[in-house]
């Protein structure tokens, strides 16, 4: 840990205590030098955070000491008690919100938010299958197709507290919560047959846990990848994309935010 001279506020800039700032696998694929996005060295890691406004440069209008902000953008290098950057790469929050809820907002109920929202039109009664359903991701699209009452069958790895950790996920509005093991069986075709084929299924495992999620996807549905928590590749089988049109794609979430940085599309 070094230690940093906070710099001066100019006039555009913000200065902000920082509350908390939470630790993302991406953050340490940063550290490894095996993320997209490598800052120039020396560098303070960490992107997500939310703090507390302490001073305010002079042409600033939007936020004022008091006010509580995340960071609006990846890249901050949000591990640091005090951070001054220009007003526009902050994002204003009610204090009200829990700090812990608003130092994650940005990447995984975001990403959670958009993968439901860019690829398939989904309504009340359709179904979504996911892998990693326990990640922070997987659990902020379990609660958002809860409130949409949309189906989903959740699929986590094996393990000692499996029997706790599906019944925590079904507290937060799961449908179904099926092991790996079980997705893998033919006869789990009979679970999905209760549900209206699935036209979404989001991946970040990939390997052959992606597989088994692409079989139980109706014709023409979406499969997104959005991580690869096993460093195992996608497989696509030719069958999948030529007699029931699959269709593949990715979502990266700091993509996403350089794209449409000036506009409002929530």
């Known amino acids: 840990i070094q230690q940093m001279d906070v ?4 006039e555009g800039d913000v200065k902000m205590k920082v509350l908390a700032s939470p630790v993302n696998p991406s953050d340490i694929n940063v550290i490894q030098g095996l993320y997209p996005l490598s800052p120039r060295l020396p560098a303070v890691g ?17 936020l004022k000491p008091g006010d509580h902000v995340i960071a609006g953008q990846p890249g901050l290098g949000t591990w640091r008690d005090t951070v ?12 009200e919100l829990p700090v812990h809820l608003a130092a994650t907002l940005m990447v995984n109920p975001a990403t959670a938010y958009r993968m439901m929202s860019d690829f398939v039109q989904l309504g ?6 996911q892998n990693g359903a326990n990640s922070g991701v997987g659990q902020a699209v379990i609660q958002l197709a809860a409130v949409r009452k949309i189906n989903t069958i959740n699929i986590i790895r094996n393990r000692s507290n499996v029997d706790q950790m599906k ?6 509005g799961a449908t179904e919560v099926i092991t790996e ?3 893998s069986k033919r006869d789990i075709k009979s679970l999905y047959q209760r549900y209206s084929p699935a036209r979404l299924g989001l991946n970040t495992v990939g390997g052959d846990s992606a597989t088994n999620v692409m079989r139980q996807l109706t014709p023409q549905a979406v499969l997104v990848t959005y991580g690869g928590m096993s460093r195992k590749p996608v497989m696509l089988p030719t069958g999948s994309l030529i007699f029931k049109e699959i269709k593949f794609v990715g979502y990266w979430n700091a ?3 350089e794209r449409n940085k000036n506009c409002n599309c929530c």
Request: charged share 20%.
């Open 7 to 10: 710099p001066s506020v100019g």
């Open 46 to 62: 960490g992107n997500e955070v939310v703090g507390m406004v302490t001073e305010v440069g002079s042409t600033v209008t939007s």
């Open 84 to 95: 001054v950057c220009q007003y526009d790469k902050l994002l204003a929050v009610p204090v």
């Open 124 to 129: 009340e009664g359709d179904t979504v299958i």
């Open 167 to 172: 019944e925590y996920l079904i507290s937060l």
């Open 181 to 183: 093991e079980d997705n």
């Open 255 to 257: 993509k996403w935010i």
